[in-house]
């Protein structure tokens, strides 16, 4: 399985909301590639729309992994990561 080396979440503030929600749970699924970067991410479990994009974005963008690996290889993984946010 992968391990996060580099995992930031976005802040979630009153700019990336629609003035209601103070917290939220989520789920992103990544696809992992055997460098440890991200090729591709999605929501699985939605926050609210534009928090998502900009967590989607992020995760593309800045998100690094250790490979998961097959017999001492490393592999591309698929894995989901549950997100919880806070307003601050």
Do not use: C, H
């Amino acid at each position: 399985m992968p391990v996060a080396i580099v995992q930031p979440i976005p802040p979630f503030t009153p700019g990336t909301d629609l003035g209601y929600v103070t917290r939220g749970t989520g789920e992103i699924e990544l696809t992992i590639n055997a460098d440890g970067s991200v090729a591709a991410a999605r929501m699985t479990v939605p926050i609210m729309p534009r928090y998502d994009a900009l967590l989607v974005s992020t995760a593309i963008a800045q998100w690094k992994y250790k490979p998961a690996t097959r017999v001492g290889v490393a592999v591309p993984y698929t894995l989901r990561v549950r997100i919880v946010v806070q307003r601050r």
